[in-house]
């Protein structure tokens, strides 16, 4: 296994359509999430990107750790690989929370998305699953799938003012607040 070097936002593997993976069961396929496993590890974070691990394919590792189900009634989901993924909004409910990118790195921003998704994929297996999700579990997965459409989570973001280095998070109450509703600047 490999730690792989992480691509940043200018990066072009960042900026393109990830192509489907033919076989998910492929030993190069194995490879490669083990490689995105133990890189994920080492930097941190609760999901990544084939993309970015400068790899254009459809592949997204996350977690739903504890540490995220805390406040809400939310399950912990362990370690996750989906391959070829797809996903629906269920409702025209928004949720609005704050997002932070390995591929961005230091800064944080609110990002408004579809608070509840059904979402399918292949799994490592060569299975099917198939899941109604929300909160952050819902939040991860169109994060890292975004990732495989050229999307980073700045380009989701309506209210730039919330944009931040995570390093000046403590000086600012503004930036401290738990974000559940769109902020009330966006409807002024
Ligand atoms: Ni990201």
């Given at each position: 296994m490999s730690i792989l070097k992480i691509a940043r936002m200018g990066h072009p593997v960042l900026e393109k359509r990830a192509a489907p993976v033919a076989?998910?069961?492929?030993p190069e396929i194995a490879r490669l999430i083990a490689d995105m496993y133990e890189t994920l590890d080492d930097i941190g974070g609760a999901g990544l990107a084939a993309p970015q691990v400068h790899v254009g394919l459809r592949v997204v590792i996350f977690e739903v750790p504890a540490v995220r189900t805390q406040d809400e009634s939310e399950e912990e989901i362990p370690r996750t690989t989906l391959i070829n993924p797809e996903i629906e909004p269920i409702g025209p409910e928004i949720a609005v929370d704050w997002e932070g990118c390995l591929s961005v790195p230091g800064l944080r921003g609110a990002v408004p998305r579809p608070a509840r998704i059904r979402y399918r994929a292949l799994t490592p297996a060569g299975e099917r699953i198939e899941r109604e999700v929300d909160g952050f579990h819902a939040r991860v997965v169109q994060h890292e799938c975004d990732h495989l459409d050229g999307v980073l989570y700045p380009m989701r973001?309506?209210?730039?003012?919330?944009?931040?280095f995570v390093s000046e998070m403590r000086h600012n109450p503004r930036l401290n607040q738990p974000l559940?509703?769109?902020?009330?600047e966006d409807v002024a």
């Open positions: 076989d998910p069961t492929a973001m309506t209210d730039l003012s919330t944009l931040h559940t509703t769109p902020p009330i």
